[in-house]
């Protein structure tokens, strides 16, 4: 699909992409990301330099907070909380390892719903911006006899 752009050149759907994303320079660099950066670099600069990492890598923020916990619960397992969580029925472990992987699975197909959702919501309102300029081209007093 291609499309004219103000200088007159044409574009093409893969030139758009990373708009189209929400993505700059292959970061994730939504009003969110933003906000959470900043607002970590005026508390705690390390905090700041984490969720510049997190963006550029092309992650939303809202996912930073149970990507720690998982990593924090893989790195400190070895205490009295993994005595609770893991016991030594292998069976029961795999099925908790595979409805984990199920609930992952499912987060993403949702993520990428609403993405698909969000360009549907886009295109809808350009065509309707389309319809509404075609309109009013038509209907402009200098084409009225």
């Known amino acids: 699909m291609k499309t004219v752009n103000n200088s007159g050149k044409e574009k093409t759907k893969r030139d758009n992409f990373h708009k189209e994303e929400g993505r700059c320079s292959g970061g994730h660099w939504s009003a969110a990301n933003i906000t959470a950066m900043v607002l970590g670099f005026i508390i705690f600069a390390p905090i700041g330099f984490v969720i510049l ?3 550029i890598l092309g992650n939303p923020v809202q996912e930073l907070p149970g990507w ?3 990593q924090w619960n893989r790195i400190f397992r ?3 909380f993994s005595s609770v969580n893991n016991d030594d029925n292998v069976v029961f472990n795999e099925y908790q390892e595979t409805q984990h992987d199920r609930i992952r699975e499912i987060k993403e197909e949702i993520r990428k719903r609403a993405e698909a959702f969000g ?3 886009a295109n ?3 065509r309707k911006d389309q319809q509404e300029f075609e309109d009013f081209m038509a209907n402009k007093p200098e084409n009225r006899t």
């Open 53 to 55: 990492v997190w963006s």
């Open 119 to 121: 360009e549907f919501r």
């Open 78 to 80: 070895g205490g009295s």
């Open 68 to 70: 720690v916990r998982s």
């Open 124 to 126: 809808a309102q350009r």
